[in-house]
């Protein structure tokens, strides 16, 4: 089955303990990124990543890395999480993007994180 | 930057016929999609538009106007299970970057 997963779906922690969330998508996709979603604030893009050792930052990268060492799995990384990160994060993948192209985007189920 | 506007919120009557609104800024524009989310789910592609125009898909149309940074996607025959966030998004293509922004997105509540 064609599928985006993350994990964990669930995590809560404490500030300023490292954590990774990881992705992981089985459609060979080229593009993949992260969302924050936030009451109010609709997604927002963390990271994107546009092919395998390229990644790029979205709007709001501030507290996140990302790496992209293969072409299916692409983690997010809160070296240091504060409670302001506290969010519901999504993942999504699509086929490379050309112009006029039918360029879906596949969302994971979403991470719920909370940071006390 | 990208400025992406739509309702907060709108209730409909099932059967009906709603229309929620997109309004857009953007200086790469190449492409609007919409996308439904049930609450506490993932978001799901609906529709995709590039020209100007109108794109139909079963009960679901999606209207594109780039001159006037204006969009809408347009429900018929509503059903209690189209009670969903609906998420306006636009892709900005600059340069070597290419980036998709998302709106805040309209609840629709539809009721009986």
């Known amino acids: 089955e064609a599928q985006v997963t993350q994990n964990p779906r669930y995590l809560i922690t404490v500030t300023g303990k490292k954590l990774t969330v990881t992705c992981s998508q089985n459609m060979n996709h080229e593009y993949m990124s992260w969302y924050r979603q936030d009451p109010g604030l609709g997604l927002r893009q963390i990271y994107y990543s546009m092919n395998v050792e390229v990644t790029d930052k979205g709007d709001v990268p501030e507290g996140y890395k990302v790496s992209r060492k293969e072409k299916r799995n692409f983690p997010l990384i809160l070296e240091s999480p504060s409670p302001n990160q506290t969010s519901l994060y999504f993942c999504?993948?699509?086929?490379?993007?050309?112009?006029?192209?039918?360029?879906?985007?596949?969302f994971g189920p979403g991470t719920r994180l909370t940071v006390l | 930057g990208q400025n992406i506007d739509q309702p907060t919120e709108m209730t409909a009557t099932e059967g009906a016929i709603v229309q929620i609104n997109c309004t857009y800024q953007t200086s790469g524009f190449n492409g609007l999609f919409w996308y439904q989310q049930h609450a506490g789910e993932a978001p799901t592609f609906l529709s995709y538009n590039v020209l100007d125009g109108l794109e139909e898909k079963g009960r679901f149309s999606s209207f594109l106007s780039r001159s006037k940074g204006y969009s809408y996607l347009l429900l018929k025959e509503l059903q209690m299970k189209d009670s969903a966030s609906y998420l306006c998004?636009?892709?900005?293509?600059?340069?070597?970057?290419?980036?998709?922004?998302f709106g805040t997105g309209t609840r629709l509540q539809v009721t009986l």
């Open positions: 998004a636009v892709r900005d293509d600059t340069g070597t970057a290419s980036k998709l922004t």
């Open positions: 999504a993948s699509s086929q490379k993007w050309r112009i006029g192209a039918y360029n879906e985007q596949f």
